[in-house]
């Protein structure tokens, strides 16, 4: 990761977890914020408790989006495919149905939960649950982090946000990162 020395996500759901440990495979430290009190939360709703983890009819023309090409090019770098094989090395095994949807093979969202946050910190990941980032800083190197406890920040040299829209309002997606 040449001098990269520290990766911030916001938002630990599927998203903010998988970019998290896709950076520690790749040697980063990563500090993992969310507001919610665990990793995953909105996982444990998803298909109804059941946990659909991806569909293999998903391409480009699927989703609304500016660009279909960029889009593809997502899909091509992290497909359904790759999602199964991340999954698998953290121990969640899958089937798929009739029409593409993917479940675990417990029909737990919540095992998929335990399972990655287990990944996380056997990742060596940093967690810090409970936690609102209130603004983002630029500085000449890297960003700061200011949290709704004034007394605790955080400085990283790369960012990916990942917080969700406003998509589960009672579960912490209210949209209120960027207004």
Do not use: W
């Given at each position: 990761?040449?001098?990269?020395?520290?990766?911030?996500?916001?938002?630990?759901?599927?998203?903010?977890?998988?970019?998290?440990?896709?950076?520690?495979?790749?040697?980063?430290?990563?500090?993992?914020?969310?507001?919610?009190?665990?990793?995953?939360?909105?996982?444990?709703?998803?298909?109804?408790?059941?946990?659909?983890?991806?569909?293999?009819?998903?391409?480009?023309?699927r989703y609304t989006c500016a660009d279909n090409a960029f889009m593809n090019t997502v899909l091509k770098l992290f497909g359904h495919d790759r999602l199964l094989d991340s999954l698998k090395e953290y121990g969640i095994l899958t089937y798929a149905t009739w029409d593409g949807w993917f479940y675990p093979l417990s029909n737990?969202?919540?095992?998929?939960?335990?399972?990655?946050?287990?990944?996380?910190?056997?990742?060596?990941?940093?967690?810090?649950?409970?936690?609102?980032?209130?603004?983002?800083?630029?500085?000449?190197?890297?960003?700061?982090?200011?949290?709704?406890?004034?007394?605790?920040?955080?400085?990283?040299?790369?960012?990916?946000?990942?917080?969700?829209?406003?998509?589960?309002?009672?579960?912490?997606?209210?949209?209120?990162?960027?207004?």
């Open positions: 990761m040449g001098e990269i020395k520290q990766i911030g996500i916001i938002g630990a759901g599927p998203a903010g977890i998988m970019a998290t440990l896709e950076a520690a495979k790749m040697g980063a430290d990563t500090l993992l914020i969310d507001a919610n009190p665990i990793v995953g939360r909105k996982l444990l709703v998803t298909g109804n408790g059941r946990c659909n983890l991806t569909n293999s009819c998903a391409t480009p023309d737990s969202a919540a095992t998929v939960q335990e399972a990655l946050e287990a990944a996380l910190h056997q990742a060596g990941a940093s967690v810090e649950l409970q936690t609102r980032v209130s603004n983002i800083r630029l500085l000449k190197k890297g960003f700061l982090l200011e949290t709704n406890n004034p007394k605790k920040s955080f400085q990283a040299d790369r960012l990916v946000v990942a917080a969700g829209g406003k998509a589960y309002p009672a579960l912490g997606s209210k949209g209120d990162l960027f207004p």
